[in-house]
Antibody, heavy 113, light 112 residues
Framework: EVQLVESGGGLVQPGGSVRLSCVASGFSFGDYWMSWLRQVPGQGLEWVAHIGRDGSEKYYVDSVKDRFTISRDNRGNLVFLQMNSLRAEDTAVYYC??????WGQGTVVTVSS | DVVLTQSPLSLPVTLGQPASISCRSSQSLVHSNGNTYLLWFHQRPGQSPRRLIYNVYNRDSGVPDRFSGSGSGTDFTLKISRVEAEDFGIYYCMQATHWPHTFGQGTELEIK
């Protein structure tokens, strides 16, 4: 059974940083692209970042480019999202997603002073 | 970015009746490899989204056959042949043909 478990969310001040982690199990991790998506409570979904199987290809939505960095550790079955220069509009539930099919339960990031 | 426009945004339905949701794209979702990466998700309050349909019409495992997807190019539809209680919630279409991948605004299926 595929499992994706996110951690690292919390309350952070504007301009601050946070690192999200996702540990994956139940599938051959290195064979899949991994992604981070987010959802502002009560609102729609946004695809934030996407990383290829070996970590060499990365894509970001424009609103987070130069502030967020996605990375992965295929030995440890982990995917990360380093979030810097955080803004109020980054407040959301952040989901770790495999293949647009399997989703974690989400971790909440709140950017507020 | 590709804009996906869903309609209606709110869909009151009686149990046992059919339902249909439209998703229109601002540009063709046919990839250069010939595939069309249009997906449908269902989300209940407090839960993560669940993928129902991928590549326009393919049902994910465990998805009841009352759900069907159709369409091509820029015009797509999700149909539920007979709505059951567990079907209520928000439905999103999503395209993965162009980066950034984008979602429709969501359609709330509610009890009439």
């Amino acid at each position: 059974e595929v499992q994706l478990v996110e951690s690292g969310g919390g309350l952070v001040q504007p301009g601050g940083s946070v690192r999200l982690s996702c540990v994956a199990s139940g599938f051959s991790f290195g064979d899949y692209w991994m992604s981070w998506l987010r959802q502002v409570p009560g609102q729609g979904l946004e695809w934030v970042a996407h990383i290829g199987r070996d970590g060499s290809e990365k894509y970001y939505v424009d609103s987070v480019k130069d502030r967020f960095t996605i990375s992965r550790d295929n030995r440890g079955n982990l995917v990360f999202l380093q979030m810097n220069s955080l803004r109020a509009e980054d407040t959301a539930v952040y989901y770790c997603v495999k293949d647009a099919r399997d989703w974690g339960q989400g971790t909440v990031v709140t950017v507020s002073s | 970015d590709v804009v996906l426009t869903q309609s209606p945004l709110s869909l009151p339905v009686t149990l046992g009746q059919p339902a249909s949701i439209s998703c229109r794209s601002s540009q063709s979702l046919v990839h250069s490899n010939g595939n069309t990466y249009l997906l449908w998700f269902h989300q209940r309050p407090g839960q993560s989204p669940r993928r129902l349909i991928y590549n326009v019409y393919n049902r994910d495992s465990g998805v009841p056959d009352r759900f069907s997807g159709s369409g091509s190019g820029t015009d797509f539809t999700l149909k539920i042949s007979r709505v059951e209680a567990e079907d209520f919630g928000i439905y999103y279409c999503m395209q993965a043909t162009h980066w950034p991948h984008t979602f429709g605004q969501g359609t709330e299926l509610e009890i009439k």
